[in-house]
C-alpha cells in the first residue's frame, strides 16, 4: 500500500482514520445537514442539491474532503447541532482555507458539547486532485494527512 502525504492547518486537531467522500464542488453545510437534523432519525444523508458529488449520500462518521464550505450565516450553527446530536462526519478536510462562521460551530461543538470533529484545512488543490472516494485516509492531530492507496 502507498501514500500520499498532505500538510495542513489543524483546526480541530485529532487523530483518525477512515474512507474519504470527495467532491471538488463547495458543500453548503446548511443544506447538507438541515434535513438530516430536522428529521431526528440519528442518520445524517447530504441534503446538498447544489453538490451532486455528496447529495443523498451519508456523511456519518466519514471523511468528508471538499474545497470549501459555501453558503450562509448559518453554517457554523448547523456543524455544532449535528456535532451535540452525535451525527456529523468523523473529519471535514478542506483544500482551502476554512470559512470562519463555519469553523466557530466546530469551535463551540468542541468546548460546549465536548464532541470533536477533526478538521483540517489549506491541504492544497492538489490533495483534492488525489484524493478519491473510499480512499483510506489517516489524519494526525499535527495536520497531517496520508491517503492511502492501493
Known sequence: MMSKNYKG?????GDCRGSALVTKTGLNL?????????????SCVC???????LYGKSLQDEIICIPQAIGSTSSGFMLQ????AKIGPK???????GESLALAGLFVADIWE????????????DFLDAV???????????????VLTS
Open 9 to 13: 492547518r489543524a483546526i480541530i486537531p
Open 30 to 42: 446548511f443544506a447538507a445537514f438541515l434535513k438530516s437534523l430536522m428529521d431526528g432519525d440519528g
Open 47 to 53: 441534503g446538498d442539491i447544489g453538490n451532486p458529488d
Open 81 to 84: 447541532s449535528i456535532a451535540a
Open 91 to 97: 473529519a471535514i478536510l478542506f483544500a482551502r482555507p
Open 114 to 125: 465536548n464532541t470533536q470533529i477533526i478538521t483540517v484545512d489549506s491541504l492544497g488543490d
Open 132 to 146: 478519491k472516494d473510499g480512499d483510506e485516509i489517516c489524519i494526525h492531530a499535527d495536520g497531517r494527512v496520508e
